[in-house]
């Protein structure tokens, strides 16, 4: 138990940067993904292709993979150092790429929420003069946002043991620093434990308040 | 009101309507009946847009349905539909339903277009559920909810697509009663029905359709006791 207490601060603080990173990729994918969905569901071609091309690639290839081939790969053919600075740049990269690898699947959630809501709810509000824009906005978005619930949770669940991918990248984050205590210490089962422990808690945290929030909306709204 | 010249409308190879003509005048009320596949709906629906038009020209409310540069959600906001499966916002209270295009559309202030779907629901009989979700409201309710939505657009004219098909048997009448009260009052009415009897009582001017054709139109009373047609004949056969 020693060990752990004397590490705890190494730790925390890496909890702490997986906790930065979560939040910033949790947003960003919606974001990305809100704009995915719709360019798939548009009725402009190049958008649909484009939007349709990014899913496919994000989705079919690894995570890591991709977190290598951007903030490791990039640099070596292009001057992105010094465009973003040499220690900014990786920072960026791996948020970025976090986030659009989790956006991919946040567009799919996203644009079945949207194709889930019954088309007679689009017409009503064409009807009464919405512009497909309005008819987004206050009519189908809402409606879908109730089913998106449970599968985003999900997927900021997701996105948030995904931040364990940054470690290898140089970020860090829990893993990274559970690694660097270990190779101090080889308290092997106690770190990996409390690793593992800090990651429970924040994720059922998370979907707690996401079960709630679930629960507010169904009694407060339909 | 409505001027509806050669209307083509085919989904794929397959034409639904066949070359319409027809004219509505300003608070006329027209009962569009006829069997199921006629392509009664689709022409209902092609008057206010929601499908496009193939080939042919629609003049509404005083502006060219079928000339791209129109603006069709201004056109809109003058013609007012009601839908089979009524289409309220689910997710939206009685009261917000009825103000959410004024507000939205029209950008009328809150407290005017609170006062206005008051006034609404008490025409359409319905004071006191401002606060109710639309699955509180049984299938009538909910119809004549969707009535003074459209309504609160204040629309030149209003299209029903069989606006009782949906409703259990002893509902009827009372969404059929608000349509009579508004024809009363002078709207230009546009209304795809099974109902006979409202085609009877309040149209002033029945359409029969099949096969994507007019096969004949006239008065209510000629109509439906004086068919010229083979096909009216056998159509009022079988549902009178």
């Not at chain 1, 994918?29 to 798939?40: D, E, H, K, Y």
């Not at chain 2, 209307?7 to 006829?34: A, P, T, Y």
């Not at chain 2, 609160?152 to 409703?167: C, I, N, Q």
Request: glycine share 8%; hydrophobic share 50%; net charge neutral.
């Amino acid at each position: 138990m020693n060990v752990v207490w004397q590490n705890l601060p190494v730790i925390l603080g890496g909890l702490g940067l997986t906790i930065q990173y979560s939040i910033v990729a949790i947003i960003l994918m919606v974001v990305i993904g809100l704009i995915a969905a719709l360019m798939r569901l548009s009725s402009v071609v190049p958008f649909r292709w484009t939007a349709s091309a990014y899913v496919e690639i994000f989705r079919s290839t690894p995570l890591l993979v991709q977190l290598f081939f951007i903030v490791l790969g990039l640099p070596a053919i292009l001057p992105v150092n010094q465009w973003f600075g040499q220690l900014m740049y990786p920072i960026l990269a791996a948020a970025l790429t976090l986030s659009l690898n989790e956006g991919a699947y946040v567009t799919e959630i996203i644009r079945a929420g949207i194709l889930g809501v019954e088309r007679g709810q689009k017409e009503a509000a064409l009807s009464i003069g919405m512009t497909g824009f309005q008819t987004m906005r206050y009519i189908v978005l809402p409606q879908a946002f109730k089913r998106m619930i449970p599968p985003l949770v999900n997927q900021a669940a997701q996105t948030i043991k995904d931040t364990s991918l940054l470690a290898p990248v140089g970020v860090a984050e829990l893993v990274y620093r559970g690694e660097i205590v270990i190779s101090a210490t080889f308290a092997s089962f106690a770190i990996w434990s409390v690793v593992a422990l800090l990651y429970f808690i924040v994720i059922f945290s998370v979907s707690k308040c996401a079960s709630y929030l679930e629960r507010r909306l169904q009694v407060d709204k339909r | 009101m409505i001027s509806v010249k050669n209307l083509h409308k085919s989904f794929g190879h397959h034409e639904i309507l066949k070359g319409i003509n027809n004219h509505v005048e300003e608070r006329e009320v027209v009962v569009v009946i006829g069997p199921s596949g006629s392509g009664k709906s689709t022409f209902l629906r092609c008057l206010n847009g929601l499908e496009s038009v193939t080939s042919g020209e629609i003049q509404i409310v005083g502006m060219n349905l079928t000339d791209p540069k129109t603006d069709i959600h201004k056109l809109r906001q003058h013609v007012g539909m009601v839908f089979q499966q009524f289409n309220l916002f689910k997710h939206l209270t009685i009261l917000e339903n009825i103000t959410i295009g004024p507000r939205k559309v029209k950008k009328i202030s809150e407290t005017e277009a609170n006062a206005t779907a008051r006034e609404l629901l008490a025409k359409v009989g319905l004071p006191g559920k401002e606060a109710s979700y639309p699955d509180e409201l049984s299938g009538g309710q909910q119809q004549r909810v969707a009535i003074a939505r459209a309504l609160a657009m204040k629309p030149d004219v209003m299209l029903f697509d069989e606006p009782t098909s949906a409703l259990d048997p002893e509902m009827v009448g009372e969404v059929l009663q608000v349509m009579k009260n508004l024809a009363a009052e002078g709207m230009t009415m546009v209304v795809v029905t099974h109902e006979m009897g409202f085609a009877r009582e309040v149209g002033h001017r029945v359409i029969f359709m099949d096969g994507g054709y007019i096969v004949e139109e006239g008065k209510p009373a000629d109509i439906f006791s004086n068919p010229q047609m083979d096909r009216t004949k056998n159509f009022l056969a079988k549902v009178l």
